[in-house]
């Protein structure tokens, strides 16, 4: 029996989280060294099979690959069943990348304020722990193939992350700090289950018929993703347009909210903006990426028909959600209310290439996802080191950063550059793509785009100015730089940034297979050229979803 690699991958931090949970309480700042050593260490062997599962898939061989399944519930064709495609081993592997990160400059965060208090003992291990459930739930979203699975992990990942967001806040919010918290996990919580209610009456429909066309083991219903996607582009699972229409809005609902899409996406600012800087990455980084990524692999693979006929409308709130969370930014007086608008801007970018049902499109987005998990998490756990030495998010508070914190004013600079996508950094090159794919199908949705990236431009430059220039306002004097700690942190980030940005190749080598095997279950293929250039024998370019064998055009 071949070693269960994604099991494993998933199950380290899973383990992890109860061993982390159950060590001794800690009184002392030495005790409380213990468990965030050992949250740090099953974090990094998590990493390690991340990266050994990346190494071992070939982007050549078969969609799903490393697969693994074992019965579940039984009669009613249930399995945990794991496996990969390009797009969900990068976005794996860009999980267990953040996280030890993460923990790495949330490393006090959790440290009570005074640790003799009824809550102090045990807050070490509680958020470490957290942290570690919400990796595996977030793991098993990305490598499951059973839709039931990927349901329950889906819902499941809110509950770690409702008490990272109301237990642990930033200390930087005020006397009114621990009622909002409160509210903004409970606006997270609420938003996510309204929209997991709604796609499990989807799932429920879509079960319905598959038992219906007899695709189960003994002619009953199945959740297996392989054979509903088959029978579905084989025509053997012949849905009704109108139920998948409405099968289509229910999955989709719900990883709108996650993800988030203009108007479902109001629970977004609250959340980052009174988190921790790390539980905030966890947010936009890790867990919304679930969102997205499930569009790609439920909403197009499922519903083919009903993907294509809500594209338009999807597009537009794509649209909107682009301009209106750059407008919003730009108007920001708090820091991490900005980066969330921000964020709400982006997210808009990569739905709206998955929905441009073109190869560029779709690969851009993929390359978006990774590329805004990295850039975010510079600019955002930057934004929480300057922050924790201001004891303020108010960007009024700030300005002359760079005379007394060149380091932290130069990692904040480069964090902000990847977010407005200068050329050179990662996300350039997947804005580029997301953007020539929309121009290809919607011009004119591609042109009113483009204006996102000037405002994204505007609210970066501004808050950079404002912080890090000018005199040095009254408490950022004896601001400290960068310590090593910190600098570990964000230097394989910011080398992450400059390498994808630079060459690109190994994750779009990765990714664009999975993005050409999408396109063909949406029976979609790109717009010819109104004038194709004339052939150059001597010219070839690699691409997924063309119609010439293995994606090469010449």
Known sequence: MPFPLLTVTAAVPAVGAVVTAALPAATTAARRRTPKAVALAFSAATLALAAVATARFDPGGDRYQLTESYTWIRSFGISFSLGVDGIGVVLALLTAVLVPLVMLASWHDA???????????????GFFALVLAVEAMVLVSFLSTDVFLFYVFFEAMLIPMYFLIGGFGDRAGGPDAARQRSYAAVK????NLVGGLVMLAAVVGLYTLTARAGLGSGGGGTFDLATITRAVSDGKLAIDPTVGKALFLGFFFAFAVKAPLWPLHTWLPNAMGESTAGTAVLITAVVDKVGTFAMLRYCLGL?????????????????VGILYGA??????????????YASISH????????FAMTTQGQSGATLYMVNHGISTAVLMLVAGFLISRRGSRLIADFGGVQKVAPVLAGTFLVGGLATLSLPGLAPFVSEFLVLVGTFTRYPALGVVATL?????????????????????????????????????VVAPLIVLLVVLGVYPKPVADIVNPAVGATM?????????????????PWFSYTTAGTDSPGGVAK
Not at 112 to 123: C, L, M, N, T, V
């Open 111 to 125: 440290d009570p304020e005074d640790p003799h208090s009824f809550e102090g003992p045990r807050r070490t291990q």
């Open 347 to 354: 997210f808009g970018f990569i739905i709206l290439g998955i």
């Open 303 to 319: 519903f083919p028909d009903a993907s294509t006929y809500f594209a338009p409308a999807i597009l537009v709130l794509s649209v």
């Open 188 to 191: 997270f919580l609420l938003y």
């Open 452 to 488: 996102g990236i000037v405002l994204a431009a505007l609210y970066v430059l501004v808050l950079y100015q404002r912080t890090m220039t000018g005199p040095v306002r009254e408490g950022v004097g004896s601001m400290a730089d960068l310590r090593v700690r910190e600098v570990a």
């Open 520 to 536: 063909a279950d949406v029976h979609r293929t790109d717009p010819k050229p109104a004038h194709p250039a004339a052939e150059q």
């Open 327 to 340: 407008l919003l930014a730009v108007g920001q007086k708090d820091i991490k209310r900005l980066v969330a």
